[in-house]
């Protein structure tokens, strides 16, 4: 059974920096592309950022290009997201997400960040 397990959110103020975690299980991690969605209060889900299934490249979207890096451990079977230089905008749930195949895929509950002086 996937399971996907968000970790590390939490209040930051602007211009700092957190990691989040995603712990992976239930499929063969090392195969799959791994992305990061985020979804802001009242607004809809966005995607954040992709890694490859080696982590040799990775791809983001420009509001958070620059500031955000997606990594991964495949001998951990975890993705992560270190942010840096956070804003305001940036307070949202992330999630971690696995499309195993065209009209599968899996999410985990998320992680709330939140940027507040």
């Known amino acids: 059974q996937v399971q996907l397990v968000e970790s590390g959110g939490g209040l930051v103020q602007p211009g700092g920096s957190l990691r989040l975690s995603c712990a992976a299980s239930?499929?063969?991690?090392?195969?799959?592309?791994m992305h990061w969605y985020r979804q802001a209060p009242g607004k809809e889900r966005d995607w954040v950022a992709t890694?490859?299934?080696?982590?040799?490249?990775?791809n983001y979207a420009d509001s958070v290009k620059g500031r955000f890096t997606a990594s991964r451990d495949n001998d951990k079977n975890t993705v992560y997201l270190q942010m840096v230089s956070l804003k305001p905008e940036d307070k949202a749930v992330y999630y971690c997400?696995?499309?195993?195949?065209?009209?599968?895929?899996?999410w985990g509950k998320g992680t709330l960040v939140t940027v507040s002086s």
């Open positions: 997400n696995i499309v195993k195949r065209r009209g599968l895929e899996y």
């Open positions: 239930g499929f063969t991690f090392s195969s799959y592309s």
């Open positions: 890694i490859t299934s080696s982590g040799g490249s990775a």
